[in-house]
């Protein structure tokens, strides 16, 4: 007995493991992801009510929302009126990193086979906090919802938003 | 702040976006983000931009435009805008693609030492080297330098005289491997110009082309191939339904002779013959016009020689056949004959024919204010050639031409360059002429550089780079200029080939035109690729005075010719380093990745020769072995191999593949007396195709005229309700569907190529297309006639997935990864599929593809990868779905500014390419939509594949239409 | 004659105890060199396997369009060889056939280890075979559940149902017997049968319980016979292929399962009875009724041929009839005549009785009957989807030597786990034996008053 089922169970499980570890793992949420600089959200968004789109400004029409260019944080940081330049430059003084460029960790990711778009969903009035989280009260931001499939399904059932497969995958 | 950086982070971006397209669908996307410094407000992350620009892959020029996805050009389509392509784009134009990110392509420059090894060099090394050789041979004296390269528009031409007036020389040869030139002295005997006339088949109502395959790789294919569609649409003349009437003479059925009414078999050779005949017809008819201004008596006396009868005597051709043609001409509303070949006399008989019959300025014109030839004749090439031999040329700078592949051994280039002191070859990937190149220095794609266009009067294409360099390769323009400027009585007017073209470019602008005018000129014809003006037909006057007819022994010989023609993908050659070009496979033959000798059975017969045996082919020049194509679509005195293979060097794709039929050509010819013996040894020729015999079946059909003007059999509506055991599906908002005419259909392919672009689709090479795993997901379907009479040459129909209503292939997939949307596809959800293959057991039509392993793309060709598309991994099925991702984005794009769909608004990759127009997209649901009007309007020739399935496909296809042979 | 008329007093019960448990003496040497044999080839196959796994189908001979090849044809042949076990453990027992008694113990192992072979060949198959779990329902976060239409989930269905019900049944069977051996054996052995025995005592109470929970059993087996093969036969009825897509499958695969499945029981029985010193137990008269099932059902077969071409030509569909011709007379018609002879021609011989008691040619007859049986499933599945309805894409497939290894080592797992049970519990049931020890004692005469 024991000489069939064995062997079937350890293909499954081994199988199985696999899986998980190659494919599931990458994007689950990371609650690690830690800044090169400590930019803090609930600063901007929360203490000074920065509309989220007034920095990921390509949200409303492009796939993804986009990371506001340096050019935008000097537009407040450096015309004196706010905080003053270091905050910004503070990355640039790490030597690990190429001047002027911030790289940033992303904290979200969707494998290749989710075709997610930002746009459509600023459309229908969805608030970033509904996927993001309460984003404004965060100095780090972590995700708080574990973005998968059933996470998307359910809301697209309750707004009647379209549950074709091909929606997302193709 | 410095707009350097920000360059430097968008390539990091655009690095980033590729890693994350080009792994398999379980990978992890890329993990870091790096916005812009200073954001380009002209590009959207995320949001694909597009840039006109002009293709490059052959001398008619297209105006493309490049989809560019994070800073890497992922597709290419046609360019509405300019007048010859006018949106469309052919299977080779798509693939310069695979040109652009070619992994074989030159990264840095190199020095060959002694040994003949290549030695890696920095740039400035490369540049002192080639300016300090150059400066040597400047003070040698005069025209030491030259340089040997395909014509790259009126700004390289200029840059190149530039470079070489630098160093006191004039040594320029522009030379094209497969150019017209016989065409061009018969223009000037006829007509006193040299350039070539432009076509305009749609204005004709009959077609002889003798040897020229229009559709494939003659002066403009994708162009001639839309106007071919609009000659073969059924139209009233005089009061009756017809089709243009079209006939090939030549000694193989091309597509372009698949396509027409009439193959007629010809000896390689003899068509000059016929032509002439044909033109004794319309003299002994008195269908000559009256405005041609020719005299009937000297007429008569100039092809006395060629009276039908006599000719047929002499060349085997049935004298009914070339009476039917020369009625058929000479009572034409409109007529249009072509030529193509070395032979003089009958490109004048096609002139003549032409001019005789009062086309001259309707079907064929020259236009006004022709620019000077582009092209090195061949006497001067060969001059240029000797030149090198006698040691005359110190430096000799190559750009673009692989002289060595391409020029028969009677012109020893090999030789010729081995004599020149110092050969500096610039190019992509390194070929055949490279190897014998002293310094290689890695040059800009098409794609990256700066360059224009003028296919012809009134059209001039602007070629803008459509993004950074993949390699660190430089422009080849700025290669020169660079090294001119470092000459000592250097006077260059222009820093960079930008420079140039810009320079060149503001010259058209409107005369006296103020500053701001000439930038806003130069912004728009940057944004529509290229200035596009109508140009005047000019009168051109006819002299019949120094005509020379053929001697009529010409074409008689009854030994075995040999002929070599251009491949409709590889052309001359230059398309064998592209995967694509070498898999899709050749649409009459079905072969791919090898040469073949194409040989009547009974010449096999009489020779002994076996399917598949080597054929060694030996001339006077040399010898080559090419596998035995046996077919009856070959003039039985003719063994036809095609041009392209048998490269050594140009890349791990090219090299090693079949034969080279230059090696055994004399100059000037594609055609030449052959012996011709099996060698007992033979190599399996590869194609995806099964049978050739559709053994009775509603797959490709077509329908005769008569049947058409009896309004044929209307295709019945879509099975009525009891049919269906489940409830129908409601498609509340579209039903996407599509109408094909098999009849505007030419079997080019552009269609599989976009695909491939597109979808991501990998190529597998030539073992695993044998083990039957070609991924394409639309391909050409071709069949022979059983009944060679009463049926078209050739079926030639694109399959691809039918999107059937009853799908066989939804309902048996255990998990729901092949289902039906809520749009009427049969979507494929990849990440959901286990791989039982169930669906593709039980499609019909057999247009599903399994990844049998990991695709792979070696770098840099995964940059080409689309990431709107899932990179599918092993073990997954995949298939056509309408391009599902652009249908997804413009229905977004609508929802986002709360608009309807419009239709139109949404072109599949294959719907876009086709240049007949053959493919139309549309909404099922919306009546008016051009799709559905299509269909209504051909009525008639509606029918559905395998119609009696019940599958209820999404597509109606409209039927070919032939004439019945041996009827007018 | 004077011996006729008194009843034969052997063997008695002690004779039958003796001659089974003495089966399940410690195995000799030769046992063992077999045994690593069959399972070095499970191994070759199993690291094949792996590497498939790794680098994708692409290592077998698959291609389009022949899609599906030898490792569904094995499926299908290892679930019709299942048939027979429980054909004669349960419809059998339900009829009170007495002969059935000596051999249906070999026959249910041997259901147990086909359903368990065949099992493993849908994963084999599988593009992705480490999701083969998305075949069955079960609650998960994507609200995604198998599509109850396809015959492939209805496959999964039926192949795990009977899986778990022909163990439950040869376990159950196993009871007394296993009780028995406890008694004799030492060591290690008595735990293991301890463990299966189940604590029995043979006590009134239990003989009774036991007897009727068999017979829920056998009645509750029944159906599976019938259903699990037309099943299995519906993944090509209902495709719509040329060559698959015929109402006639379900029966004709139910009477080809049950031809195969006893031809396999003979082929196994016929050396093992021999081998294990068992012919007194397995006479020639239990064997004679085994190939009586092989030639009707043989003939069932047959004449589901010729109806199955019949109904092609009458049904006067030109594309149907095109691959049936190809089927007959194409480059693989060898293979459709192959068949014919050994499912068809070759059992027609059982007709004698002479032939039907005769060892060695029952064997060699009932190899023919696997290999035959083992092409039709080649022929329908390979065959039918070369000549399908585009000829554009008819190619023609050979196999690769992974698919070869993989099927050679399904059938030395089959072997090897049989061998393993045969040598380890008792083989032939005692207790039934005991039941009918009175038609045993006659079946030994007539035996060998025939047999030669």
Known sequence: MNRIFLPLAAVLLISGVTVIAFSQRPWLPRMDVVQPIPFSHRIHAGVNKIPCQYCHEYARRSENAGIPPVERCVGCHGSGIVGGIQPVTRAWNNHAQPPFEIRWNRVYTLPDFVKFWHSPHIHAGIQCQQCHGDVQNMDRVVPVKEINMGFCVECHTQRKASLDCVSCHH | MPEGLSRRSFIKLAAAASAAAAVPGCEPAARKLIPYVVPDENVLPGMPSYYASTCAECPAGCGIIATVREGRVTTLAGNPADPIGAGAICARGQAALQGLYNPDRLADPMLRGDGGKLTKISWDAAEKLLTDHLGAAAKAGQNRVAFLGAPQGPSFAKITRAFLGAYGSNRTTFYEALENEAARNAAETLFGRRDLPIYKIDQAETLISFAADFLETGSSPVELARQYADFRAPKTRRGQLTIGRSFYVGPRMSMSAAKCDDWIPSMPGAEAQVAWSVLHVLVAQRWIAQNSGLDLNALTTMVAAYDPAAVSQRTGVPADKINAMGAAFGRADGAVAMASGDDEALHLAAYMLNAATGNLGRTMLFLDGAGVEPVTTASDVNAAMAAMRDGKVDVVVINGANPVFTMPPSMRAAESLQRVGFVVWMGTVPDETANMASLLLPAHHPLEAWRDTAPRPGVRGLGQPVMQPVFASRAAGDIMLAAAAKAPQAKIPWQSSADAVKAEWLALAPQGASHDAQTEFWTKVRREGGLYTEAKPMAVKLSTASLKTPPPGDGTSQGLTFVAFAHIFLYDGRGADKPWLQEIPEPVTQIVWDSWAEIHPTTAAKLGIAKDELIELRTEHGAIEAPALISANVHPGAIVVPLGQGHRAYGRYASDVGANPWKILAAGSLRIAVSAKGTGRSRRLISPLGKSDMLGRSIVEAMSLDELRHGGEPEAPLAPEPYEMYPPFPYPNHKWGMTIDVNSCTGCSACVAACYAENNLPFVGKELVDQGRIMSWIRIERFFPEDKDNAPNLYLAPMLCQQCNHAPCEPVCPVFASYHTQEGLNGQVYNRCVGTRYCENNCPYKVRRFNWFVPEWPAPLNLQLNPDVTVRGAGVMEKCTFCIQRIQHAEINARDDDRALKDGEIVPACAGACPARAITFGDMNDQQSAMMRRRDDNNARNYLMLEELNTQPAIVYLRDLYRVKGKA | ?452
Request: aromatic share 18%; with cysteine.
């Open chain 3, 1 to 452: 004659m004077a011996a006729a008329l008194q009843e034969p007093t052997t063997p008695t019960f002690r004779d039958i105890d003796r001659g089974v448990l003495r089966v399940m003496d410690f195995p000799g040497m030769a046992y063992w060199i077999w045994i690593a044999f069959c399972f070095s080839l499970v191994a070759i196959a199993a690291i094949l396997w792996t590497r498939q796994i790794y680098e994708g189908l692409g290592v077998t001979g698959l291609r389009q369009p022949v899609m599906w090849a030898i490792y569904i044809t094995n499926f299908v042949f290892w679930v019709g060889i299942a048939h027979s076990g429980t054909l004669i453990s349960a419809i059998l027992y339900l009829f009170r056939t007495r002969w059935r008694t000596a051999v249906y113990r070999a026959a249910e192992t041997m259901t147990l280890f086909a359903v368990a072979t065949a099992g493993l060949f849908p994963m084999i198959h599988l593009g992705r075979p480490w999701f083969l779990y998305w075949l069955l329902p079960y609650p998960n976060e994507r609200y995604l559940q198998p599509n109850f239409r396809s015959p492939l989930v209805w496959d999964a269905f039926a192949v795990s149902t009977y899986l778990t019900i022909s163990a439950l049944f040869l376990f159950m069977g196993l009871i007394p017997d296993v009780a028995n051996a406890r008694e004799h054996a030492q060591g290690w052995r008595k735990k293991f049968y301890s463990i299966l025995a189940l604590g029995w005592q043979g006590t009134d109470r239990q003989w009774h319980h036991f007897a009727m929970a068999y017979l829920l059993m056998a009645g509750l087996a029944t159906p599976l016979v019938i259903s699990v093969h037309s099943v299995v036969s519906w993944d090509f009825a209902m495709a719509q292929l040329p060559g698959w897509h015929s109402t006639i499958f379900a029966p004709y695969f139910v009477a080809g399962a049950i031809f195969s499945g006893v031809a396999m029981v003979m082929t196994l029985l016929i050396p093992m009875r021999k081998w294990l010193h068992i012919e007194d137990l397995v006479t020639p008269w239990h064997i004679d009724s085994l190939a009586k099932i092989v030639l009707l059902t043989s003939l069932v077969v047959s004449y589901s041929y010729a109806t199955e071409s019949f109904m092609v030509w009458y049904s006067g569909d030109k594309i149907e009839q095109m691959t049936f011709h190809m089927r007959y007379f194409g480059p693989w018609g060898w293979i459709f005549w192959v068949m014919i002879l050994c499912n068809c021609l070759i059992p027609l011989v059982l007709f004698s009785p002479r032939i039907r008691v005769n060892m060695k040619a029952l064997w060699i007859i009932s190899i023919f009957v696997n290999i035959g049986m083992w092409f039709e499933r080649f022929d329908i599945i390979a065959g039918s989807l070369t000549t399908n309805f585009n000829p554009a894409q008819w190619h023609f497939y050979t196999p690769s030597i992974t698919e070869i290894m993989i099927t050679v080592g399904s059938f030395a797992w089959f072997l090897g786990l049989f061998s393993l049970f045969a040598k380890f519990l008792p083989i032939v049931s005692m207790t039934e034996l005991k039941e009918g020890i009175g038609f045993l004692r006659q079946a030994i005469r007539k035996g060998s008053s025939t047999s030669a």
